[in-house]
């Protein structure tokens, strides 16, 4: 008896539908997938901020100050003058977060800075107990990033001459602190160790930041392998408030040269930004990054925006920025928020009543 053969398979046009129907699952799912992954991109973030705002309160701990906003000594000396702002500003441009190293995990870091040639440098170190040039005010120290030769360029050609500028001082163990890539101070929605940024001399990683007179100052270094490229990468700097010391009523916790007492914070730690975001630059075309290395102090005095300045806090999340606060809490605030009131949360002895609800929260 003939038995009827039953068809296996599929016709062109049901597999091109088969075909059609996957597409659109996927395009319906990828943006929830990309949702979920920044989510989590910027809850690591948050933590990331968290455990500097810590690390900042452990140290005061210590120390019974603050760190400061950035270090700039008016006695720092540099070799060749030439290539770095005269004195008062010539150095040593150490930042906030390389006062935190020991208490966020990387003492072996610290230590390298500590025991640099730098150390042998002279000023007076915090509460007494800090010796290393770089940690000291008043340190006659230079710039930590390239107070031995070679300095920068000297044909004007775009190629390096010899190692590079990666101090401190050009020494095995200094160049190995400052290219030492810190998790906990890149944020992971921010590929910023690795992004290639605006032919030097128009863009470089940031090697100095600091308020002075009323305006916002950087130095950076050329972004080429054996120069300035491998400088450990940071998107998080302290808040220096309206314009750090230079308006004494709007000043934040952190500023140049501060040493600010927890109990000095008058407006209260909670209300009160300590640290927040920054890539540095234009979210688009990437003119400069921080190394954490030099991460001083950021003023508010320009606002926030979507489309942001090297000297405004950013971040790459959408619509948002994260801050962290005097008592170690984080606070998302939006990138449309009124200006007055980020200017009222970053000052620390203001005495406003911030309206958060301005701010996106």
Request: glycine fraction near 12%.
């Amino acid at each position: 008896m003939n038995r009827p053969l039953r068809r296996l398979g599929f016709t062109l046009i049901e597999l091109l539908v088969v075909i059609a129907i996957i597409a659109i699952l996927i395009g319906l799912l990828l943006p929830a997938v990309q949702k979920v992954r920044e989510a989590a991109a910027r809850t690591q973030c948050e933590n990331n901020m968290k455990q500097i705002g810590l690390a900042a309160m452990n140290y005061e701990s210590t120390y019974k100050v603050l760190p400061p906003g950035g270090l700039v000594s008016p006695n720092s000396v540099n070799a060749n003058p030439g290539y770095v702002s005269s004195p008062p500003y010539a150095g040593p441009y150490t930042g906030t977060l390389a006062f935190l190293l020991p208490y966020v995990e990387q003492t072996n870091v610290y230590n390298l800075l500590f025991a640099s040639p730098f150390g042998a440098g002279t000023g007076a170190g915090i509460a007494g107990s800090q010796n290393g040039g770089l940690f000291k005010f008043g340190t006659t120290a230079g710039a930590w990033a390239y107070t031995n030769p070679p300095y920068d360029f000297s044909d004007g050609s775009t190629t390096v001459n010899g190692t590079g500028a990666l101090g401190p001082n050009n020494t095995p163990n200094g160049i190995k602190a400052v290219t030492t890539q810190i998790s906990s101070y890149v944020c992971p929605s921010d590929n910023s160790q690795d992004t290639g940024m605006t032919a030097y001399p128009n863009g470089g990683p940031i090697d100095a930041y600091w308020c002075e007179a009323g305006s916002m100052w950087i130095d950076y270094v050329a972004d080429y392998p054996g120069h300035g490229h491998e400088l450990g990468a940071s998107n998080y700097i302290a808040c220096a408030g309206y314009l750090g010391s230079f308006n004494a009523t709007y000043q934040g916790i952190y500023y140049q040269n501060s040493k600010t007492k927890i109990v000095a914070i008058t407006d209260g730690t909670s209300n009160t930004i300590a640290f927040g975001e920054t890539i540095a630059g234009s979210p688009t075309t990437r003119d400069f990054r921080l190394s954490w290395m030099g991460a001083g102090s950021m003023a508010t005095a320009w606002g926030l925006t979507a489309t942001p300045h090297w000297y405004q806090f950013s971040s790459k999340h959408t619509g948002v920025i994260n801050f962290a606060f005097g008592d170690g809490s984080v606070r998302q605030i939006s990138v449309s928020g009124d200006s007055n009131q980020f200017i009222y949360a970053s000052g620390a002895i203001d005495g406003q009543v911030i309206n958060w609800s301005l701010l996106g929260q």
